[in-house]
């Protein structure tokens, strides 16, 4: 695996559309922000030829389209697909932004891919979060292998780096996470620096020096092997212990030599079933170099060690009234089943979806059915349509390159499909499938916008619409207790890009402004109250007297309205218009504007005319005797008080306890979960957690995970209560 001489192609790294899906390969890369993944992607496409020198393809632009927004943010903030060719195969690279309020990309990545590479940097180490990515990809049984980055730092050390990353993601068993190749470095700077200049080939033990920008391959002096001889044999018994061949290991033990060929090939079918998770090196190639080090040994890796498309499994699939349907992995001749799972707008060409196809063949102007189910919670409404499709393409930098097809096990962008979003299903138009969605990551941080003027708001429901059909980590509420337009996000970069798409993007200037909380009202203490509504100006008069006792209900109860009027005191077609005044100023509050509920209104009695009552001078009676009622009764202000679930990791539980209960929480108790992991329960009011994503983040070092839901409604403290009485009568 990456131990035979370079005789790849050079110039032959142009991608195109694959024919068959064992010629495919789909990795996803995955690392911390800074850790070389696009430095990384660009290197292996010069090394495969699809870049010059200056990391730029052919005709023009950067290998991964980054746009403005990214340029600005000093981040990637999307998901980039890079496809090149190597040894016959076509490799999709997928570059993932590091950081964590793009998670959402990562995810895509990670379901569009059939193995992922973990770039680590030997300056930085592993972060938390790279971490738990490693544990859902083994949840799964996703082939995985490890690239080491910077080595060219002052303090780099590959072999305390490996160390580390057998410690932190080989944990149930470390010797599975071991080097293919120990670096060579050269002669001594004047700082006292080293750099790498080659591999040598631990299984092969040969080297592979790119000091002169090509690789060249030779035979290593005597005085290196004694240097691989401890890695060597460690390596070859951890292939060997994953071994098919039971026998092996025993063979081994007594003294048998091994064959090179036998342990690459066990070591191929270790890596591809999720079994052995080879380390290397890598680093981009040298000013007027091609070559990276270790770029050739990752592109053997890819496409020797790592799996098939076929040899994936498929997501479940269903009709579209939910009936499972079986397919046969990766088919071309199959049924169509393709899954959007990027959605971009291009400004020349309109939206433009990135698919994984996972059945079938996808084509040009055919058309075909587009699904999208289970979002409608995020602002992404059902829907099952029709759409012919427009060009296939396969990006190339900036640019789209036309393929003449999409082979079950390949990716390729799909223009012109004006109702598609990402996590939708493409099928056939007369066989309609379901592909189930991905796990979307819960945005919890709640954005408030109102558009900065008239022309902004005509245009801001459309922008709004475009943002979370891209998005599907981005949920769009219109709050109907607060007439809020509330944007929730993973945090606060993922809020500063959505607002930058808003601008750039569709045109729209919004304000930021303060998120409300959905406060309530209700009755403390039992109070009565008396509606006048008596008019006398000549012409038809009005004319309506009513009273009502208020008492308070357990919460949850709602407004419950009470006829105990007898005598016909109230005539009977006017006590409907006495309940639906009371209920009228019920919802628009009665002390600081709040709904008011869990109460019951019980109308008494009261009085009418003959003439002068009506309808609407029942309702406006029934309104002033409950707003009476309430100036002669104790009024609760009621919070909403949520359910909040944080994953975190054992060195940190303290910590988190303990935040919560400066946020006026209730701990309701922890509980183990896995190793070193611990999930704290608590209620905690929704008043203090509205930055909760952003402060636990940096109280865990990004490590910890939370969900929030609905409890109920309870008081509030006196003082806050108070504070928010005055700010009401302050705004009227």
Known sequence: MGDKANTHPGAAGRATAADHPASVRNVVLVGHSGSGKTTLVEALALAAGAVNRAGRVEDGGTVSDYDEIEHRQQRSVQLSLVPVEWDGFKINLLDTPGYADFVGELRAGLRAADAALFVVSASDGVDGSTRMVWEECAAVGMPRAIVITHLEAARADFEEMTRVCAEVFGAADPDAVLPLYLPLRGARAADGHAPVTGLIGLLSQRLFDYSSGERKESEPGPDLLPQIEDARNRLIEGIISESEDETLMDRYLGGEQVDVKTLIDD????????AFFPVLAAAPAAEGARQGLGTVELLDLVTRGFPTPPEHAVPEVTTIDGRPRELKPCDPDGPLVAEVVKTSSDPYVGRVSLVRVFSGTLRPDETVHVSGHGLADRGHEDHDVDERIGALSTPFGKQQRPVTHAVAGDLACVAKLGRAETGDTLSAKDDPLLVEPWQMPDPLLPLAIQAHSKADEDKLSQGLGRLVAEDPT?????????????????GEAHADV????????????????????????????????????????????????????????????????????????????????????????????????????????????????????????????????????????????????????????????????????????????????????????????????????????SLSHGTARFGRSYARHEPMPVQIAEKIRAQAKEAS
Not at 267 to 274: I, K, Q, S
Not at 476 to 486: A, C, G, K, R
Not at 504 to 531: K, M
Not at 558 to 575: C, H, L, N, T
């Open 474 to 490: 981005m949920r769009l509420e219109q709050n109907q207790d607060t007439h809020q337009v509330v944007l929730w996000c993973l």
């Open 267 to 274: 070591l191929e079918r270790a890596v591809a079933r999720g």
């Open 498 to 697: 959505a607002l930058e798409r808003l601008r750039s993007r569709y045109g729209v200037q919004v304000d930021v402004v303060p998120h409300q909380v959905s406060l309530r009202e209700t009755f403390a203490t039992r109070s009565a109250g008396r509606g006048r509504h008596v008019k006398q100006s000549g012409g038809h008069g009005q004319y309506a007297i009513c009273e009502i006792e208020v008492e308070p209900l357990p919460g949850g109860s709602g407004i419950e309205f009470v006829d105990k009027v007898v005598g016909g005191a109230v005539p009977r077609q006017f006590i409907p218009s006495v309940e639906k005044g009371v209920r009228a100023q019920a919802a628009k509050g009665v002390a600081a504007g709040y709904p008011l509920v869990d109460v019951r209104i019980t109308l008494l009695d009261g009085k009418a005319h003959s003439v002068d009552s009506s309808d609407a001078a029942f309702q406006t009676a029934g309104a002033l005797a409950l707003r009476e009622a309430a100036a002669d009764a104790t009024i609760h202000l009621l919070e909403p008080v949520a359910e909040v679930s944080v994953l975190v990791g054992d060195d940190y539980v303290g910590a988190v306890m303990s935040d919560l209960s400066g946020r006026r929480g209730r701990v309701l108790g922890t509980e183990q979960v896995g190793t070193g992991r611990t999930l704290v329960r608590a209620e905690v009011p929704e008043f203090e957690i509205g930055r909760y994503a952003v402060d636990l983040r």
